[in-house]
């Protein structure tokens, strides 16, 4: 057996049901998707679901193309990336429980995808692109810790 620690895997609390994240959480929606068909540089922006603050993440064509798809409800014949991650998690008799974005450092933010099986939480190392289309594929809440909101959107 594999060490969880050795393939990026965190286990949480047993049976507490909750992350441990540090701080306050904050629930984003995606605001709005911005695709340059002519840049690699897409932009997507998180906005407070009960306030007003709101950030860009910039990611690339193909996680833009994803999440794109995927709210705009455009099925494909075969499993793209993303739909094979949330059908192996349901497969395995788990379930995407959230995306937290819980860290910047040197403008780049950090994301954890927290999966739940059987009251258990494990989270999982992500990029934020990524934890963000799979929360949207599975209608999970995404999180955004308050350190990360201050550091983006600093109040006067």
């Known amino acids: 057996m594999v060490a969880s620690s050795e393939v990026g895997?965190?286990?949480l609390t047993p049976?507490?049901?909750?992350c441990?994240?540090?701080?306050?959480?904050?629930?984003?929606?995606?605001?709005r998707i911005i695709i340059n068909e002519t840049n690699d540089e897409q932009v997507i922006f998180l906005k407070e679901a009960d306030g007003s603050r709101s950030f860009p993440i910039v990611i690339g064509i193909f996680e833009a193309a994803a999440?794109?798809?995927?709210?705009?409800?455009?099925?494909?014949?075969?499993?793209?990336?993303?739909?094979l991650v949330g059908?192996?998690?349901?497969?395995?008799?788990?379930?995407i429980a959230r995306s937290?974005?819980?860290?910047?450092?040197?403008?780049?933010?950090f994301a954890k995808l927290i999966l739940e099986r059987d009251?258990?939480?494990?989270?999982v190392?992500?990029?934020?692109?990524?934890?963000?289309?799979?929360?949207?594929?599975?209608?999970?809440?995404i999180l955004v810790s308050e350190k990360v909101m201050e550091a983006v959107c600093p109040t006067e």
Do not use: F, W
């Open 100 to 109: 937290v974005i819980d860290d910047l450092r040197e403008d780049t933010y």
């Open 119 to 123: 009251g258990e939480e494990v989270s």
């Open 20 to 31: 441990r994240m540090p701080g306050i959480m904050i629930p984003v929606e995606l605001a």
């Open 67 to 83: 999440i794109d798809r995927i709210i705009k409800d455009r099925k494909t014949p075969r499993p793209l990336t993303h739909d």
């Open 15 to 18: 049976g507490s049901g909750r």
């Open 9 to 11: 895997l965190v286990p």
């Open 125 to 141: 190392d992500a990029r934020p692109s990524d934890a963000i289309t799979l929360a949207l594929q599975c209608q999970a809440p």
């Open 87 to 95: 059908n192996a998690v349901e497969a395995l008799g788990g379930r």
